[in-house]
Every structure is written in C-alpha cells, then in structure tokens.
C-alpha cells in the first residue's frame, strides 16, 4: 500500500548527517549569527504504510549555523525519546515522561533561556537539546511545570516570557495555562475550564 507520508517530500530521512563549511551561493548577511532549526517528524524505523500517520513519526530536527557571512555546518538529528533511543541502542535520556506519554517531540522547535526545545502537543513534556542539536534530557523547567506542554507556545515580545495553553486528556475538561519566565521556570499555572474535553491546538497572545 502506497502512503503519501512515506514518499516525495514527506519520505523519511535514513541517515544523521554533519557537514561542515557549506557552499553558499550569494551572499549571507554577516549580520546573520545564530541557527537556523526545523523539527519534523521522521520515522526510525520503517513503519506498517496502512497504518502510519504523519503526526506520529519520531521527531526529527535540522539546523543550519549561520555566522560572519558563512554557513558553519548542517546537521540532522532525531529527537531521542525513550523509543529513539532504545532503537539507536543508546541510554534514555533523564527526566521523566507526563502521563506515561513519551511522544515523539516532532513538531516545533524553539530557543529558549539559552537552549533549544522540541515540542508537540496532546500533553507530552518537551525534550532540551543543545546547541548542536543533540538530545539532553526530558524537559519539565526545572522541576516547575506541573504536566505536559505545548507545540505551540507564544513569547511575549516586551518580555521574553512564554504564554503557552496545553491541553491532555487525562486532565478531563480543562486545559493549563502557564508563563514560563525567561530562566526557563513556570512561574504561573492556571487550569482553565472548559464544557468538554478539548483539543485545543494553538493561541494567540495579546497585551490584555
């Protein structure tokens, strides 16, 4: 059976790669300093076609390092949830899953009190990862968020906090409201209810 998830654009990357010093065609601003990163989802191992979903893939990022006018490196590295690493024979990374739910974090990506964050939604934690894009830990702001998280937080532009709305179905019908402040702890939980048990995918986030 033929799955449009598993071919042209959407077909699985085998290989994590590192390739240094890359050709630039143009010229990159020297202005431009940082990484450019994209998470999706990328399966480890080939998954039954008639069954597979493109939101269920293990997470996978890609990132570019951009500085004084070069293009440093590109590198491709799986997100390593409990099933990562387990299949790449690797150690679990520390920190502990919400709810049982060790979901791949294959949706976004984001920088954040100094790290970089994979995310996705549905109640599963985020899992930090460095600057080179390798795996740390299960992410829980040291210690101070309460449940799982978001894919798509907000950050408050005047601020650098972030506004996230994360909802699980094991928290009945609310969702959680938090603010994580700009050392990378919750300082605000708030459940919000709801007339049933929602799925609630994103936000927008205004001054009031």
Known sequence: MSNPYLNGNFGPVTDEVTVTDLAVTGTIPAH???RYVRNGPNPLTPPEPSTYHWFTGDGMVHGVRLRDGKAEWYRNRW???SAVADGLGE?????DAHGDMDFAA???VIGHAGGLLAIVEAGSRPYELDLELETVRVC???GTLPGGYTAHPKRDPKTGELHAVSYFWGWGNVVQYTVVDVHGRVRRTVEVP???SPMLHDMS???S
């Open 140 to 142: 829980d702001f040291d």
């Open 194 to 196: 709801f007339g049933a």
């Open 106 to 108: 294959n949706t976004n």
């Open 32 to 34: 431009l300093d940082g």
């Open 79 to 81: 997100v390593r949830s």
């Open 205 to 207: 986030l205004t001054e």
């Open 91 to 95: 150690p679990r990374r520390p920190g």
